[in-house]
């Protein structure tokens, strides 16, 4: 599956608002499909409230939810403000996560 088809479902489950961060189109890209599948399924359940969140300690009202693949470098973040939208998902190797999760509070 190609970023531009993800983006799309991705889009539908959480609303036209949410933008794609970091580097989104190449990693995606990159992902083995089990692993572009597993993102998708993920989106859902955080959707869903099946995927526990972790509350931001320095951006008030702002929770974020975090997706770690065991036998790769690129990791996940989808944030969203407390009981209205989602924000923003992030996708991309471990050390520019490691800098979004310091920069968000999470």
């Given amino acids: 599956m190609l970023h531009e088809e993800a983006k799309k479902k991705i889009?539908?489950?959480?609303?036209?608002?949410?933008?794609?961060?970091?580097h989104f189109n190449n990693v995606f890209d990159e992902l083995?499909?089990?692993?572009?599948?597993?993102?998708?399924?993920?989106?859902?359940d955080c959707k869903e409230g099946k995927a526990i969140p972790l509350s931001s300690?320095?951006?008030k009202e702002l929770?974020?939810?975090?997706?770690?693949?065991?036998?790769?470098?690129?990791?996940?973040?989808?944030?969203?403000k407390k009981n209205e939208y989602?924000?923003?998902?992030?996708?991309?190797?471990?050390?520019?996560y490691e800098a979004e999760r310091r920069k968000l509070g999470i």
């Avoid at 083995?32 to 859902?44: A, D, F, G, L, M």
């Avoid at 989602?86 to 520019?96: E, G, M, S, T």
């Fill in 63 to 80: 929770l974020g939810f975090i997706l770690r693949f065991r036998d790769t470098n690129f990791r996940v973040i989808l944030t969203k």
């Fill in 86 to 96: 989602f924000i923003a998902l992030f996708l991309d190797k471990h050390k520019y």
């Fill in 57 to 59: 300690d320095r951006i």
């Fill in 11 to 22: 889009t539908e489950i959480l609303g036209s608002d949410i933008s794609f961060e970091g």
């Fill in 32 to 44: 083995k499909e089990n692993r572009q599948i597993q993102i998708i399924s993920w989106v859902k």
